[in-house]
């Protein structure tokens, strides 16, 4: 079996089919295909690393052909490079459009054919390299994590402790949930983004984790005299107070511990922090509000990656994860100044 990369070349012209097997068959494992039908049972059989598609052929043209690759599991994360001589730009946007990463056109120019494919594939296996070390450093993470997590719950039961320490306990086992999150969300995030991110919901408590993200902001916000305040349908939640939804827990915590960790550092001295909890007709919505003020700078890219301001440590990731986050659920967020207040809501869709 060929070490090479393999090239499925999908075109009803014989001579196309030989010009780009003499251009590749030195760097390449070539498949070649006259019609789309062969073509899409050759990408399902043999797993092709890089699929050249002819866009204009008899029967199923190009487009049909991309949108039958992008409708399966096994085959829509081939890369797909449209072969083509029309040169419209829709025709161009259209394929983008489907999915196709590119566009060759016909007459072929031997060093485009050839760098368009290796870049292409070159950047396929950096970003599986990319997943795989992730994968990796997930699993060899967790473990040691399962144990920040769970000893301070043991240690409480081991034994009668004073507020002191059972706060002390508690913030490690925030500061647990803290890394668990960020190591779940580092490939999360990427999949979300290019749309393959795998949505799992469960029943969980949204008020616990709020509390949970509170803790985490516990000290910044006493050094500020700021009060962080939990609200559940429009009253101050009891210490126990649960508040049930169908979402991801981590991806949950990851999304409110930028919303409030953003909350707290606009707030001014001596103002609140609230995070309201509500129920609408078939949703849930998440409200994270403050007296402080977003900077014109940044008002119309709020949710942009990368979007900052006046943080010399800033990522300009956090409100940008959190709307890749609402999206990967199946939900809204959205930014605006209320009474005074600059208010972010997140709603999320229920069963």
């Known amino acids: ?5 393999t090239v499925l070349a999908v075109d009803d012209t014989p001579e196309n089919l030989h010009i780009l097997m003499d251009l590749l ?6 498949l070649a295909a006259k019609d789309g039908e062969k073509g899409l049972k050759l990408a399902r059989s043999k797993d092709p690393d890089i699929i050249l598609l002819d866009v204009m052929m008899p029967g199923m043209d190009g487009y049909e052909v991309i949108n039958r690759l992008k409708a399966e599991e096994k085959t829509k994360d081939i890369p797909v490079i449209f072969v083509t001589s029309l040169n419209e730009a829709g025709d161009e946007t259209k394929g983008l459009a489907l999915g196709a990463i590119d566009y060759i ?4 120019n031997p060093d485009i054919v050839k760098a368009r494919v290796r870049n292409h594939l070159e950047l396929r296996e950096a970003v599986r390299v990319r997943e795989d070390v992730e994968r990796i450093m997930r699993h060899d993470l967790k473990s040691p994590l399962t144990s920040v997590i769970s000893l301070p719950q043991l240690i409480l039961m081991s034994g009668e402790y004073d507020e002191h320490v059972k706060s002390m306990l508690a913030r490690i086992e925030d500061a647990g949930y803290t890394l668990l999150s960020m190591v779940n969300m580092s490939t999360a ?15 969980m408590d949204m008020a616990a984790v709020v509390r949970k993200v509170f803790i985490g902001h516990e000290d910044t916000a006493q050094m500020r005299g700021i009060e962080l305040v939990l609200e559940i349908e429009g009253t101050p939640a009891g210490p126990e107070q649960e508040f049930t939804v169908s979402a991801e827990e981590l991806l949950c915590y ?4 930028n919303l409030v960790g953003n909350a707290v550092d606009a707030c001014p001295k001596g103002g609140d922090v609230r995070v309201s909890l509500q129920r609408m007709e078939g949703a849930v919505q998440i409200s994270v509000r403050n007296p402080g003020e977003v900077p014109e700078d940044i008002k119309s890219r709020f949710f942009a990656k990368y979007a900052t301001s006046g943080k010399d440590r800033g990522t300009g990731l956090g409100t940008y994860s959190a ?9 809204s967020i959205s930014m605006e100044s209320v009474d005074g207040e600059v208010v972010v809501a997140v709603t999320i869709p229920q069963p």
Do not use: C
């Not at 056109?105 to 072929?108: A, D, G, N, Q, V």
């Open 189 to 203: 995030l990427f999949k979300m983004e290019r749309g393959t991110y795998s949505f799992v919901p469960e029943s």
């Open 323 to 331: 709307k890749l986050i609402a999206k990967a659920h199946g939900g």
């Open 25 to 30: 068959k030195d760097d390449y494992a070539i």
């Open 1 to 5: 079996m060929s070490d090479k990369p």
């Open 105 to 108: 056109t016909k007459p072929f």
């Open 254 to 257: 990851s999304m409110l511990a």
